[in-house]
């Protein structure tokens, strides 16, 4: 009877121990597959947000034309920026706009030509125009490789000191020659201006015929003299930097024209860095160009890039049967879709170029507004 007894204690305890067993194993979530799952997309997203910056590091200067950045630190920026209204409405653009893009309705960088404005500094004139070494006032140099017929707009600004009384000014362009031709002066525009006691002002004068005549005959280009005598004879015209006159030198504002535009709308699936979704998506990804050191960069110091991560299922390739036709054909192979941008817009950018000019232009394919699988 004891023995029978034993036998049973011990057939209890086996099978509530089993019970017990399998209720840990049940209870037990089966996280670390799925913790190794998410570990691995995370550092893949990673791995693809520090491939994209480089990238657009990368395009950037290819779409500029640029072997390596231009060398410009941000105290030299500060110097050569000028304080004028044209340099300020810009850089209010960006103040308004903040650092988003446009979305919904974007421009097709395909279709159309790119529009940009130039902003060139005035430098020294050449030495065979000069008298006893006197600079007299202003070179501006233009790539040749601007059309004269793209020529929208092209004004030429100068900074008038403030006069002592309210008077009539008379501002003064010529043309410079080489002394050794005789005359050094060819007058190119002459005209009143009124100004009030104790003002200072910009002043801008169309010179869009003078900018063509320029481009078509380079050799034409000698640069000019600029002057601004009120009643009494005084210059008022800033053509050399004086201590508190840094950023207020002539300058010239060329506008190059614009083809048209096509809309298209934005569309694909957007995630953002905390979504679970394994599938190919859109996250965000804000480009900071002081974080490059970039300085040379005037506006936007930072805007939305984006970029794509994620996995292509081969059964959700409708839209390219191709591609899944030939993986069909080489299950095994290395040969299969991509999670890549399917859209891309531009982006506005006012930067120095490494002659120092300012350059207001659009740059194409900057911008990831969807991604899918190719």
Known sequence: MHLAQVLISLSFVLAFGQVGRGD???HQPSTPTEENEQCSTCEFRQQSKLMRLQAIKSQILSKLRLKEAPNISRDVVKQLLPKAPPLQQLLDQYDVLGDDNKDGIMEDDDEHATAETIMTMATEPDPVVQVDRKPKCCFFSFSPKIQPNRIMKAQLWVHLRPAE???TVFLQISRLMPVTEGS???RIRSLKIDVNAGVRSWQSIDVKQVLTVWLKQPETNWGIEINAYDSKGNDLAVTTVEAGEEGLLPFMEVKISEGPKRARRDSGLDCDENSPESRCC???LTVDFEDFGWDWIIAPKRYKANYCSGECEYMHLQKYPHTH??????????VGPCCTPTKLSPINMLYFNRKEQIIYGKLPSMVVDSCGCS
């Open 24 to 26: 840990i194993t049940a």
């Open 165 to 167: 009384e309210a008077t």
């Open 184 to 186: 050094r002066h060819v």
């Open 282 to 284: 859109r996250y965000p």
């Open 325 to 334: 036709l030939v993986h069909k054909a080489n299950p095994r192979g290395t």
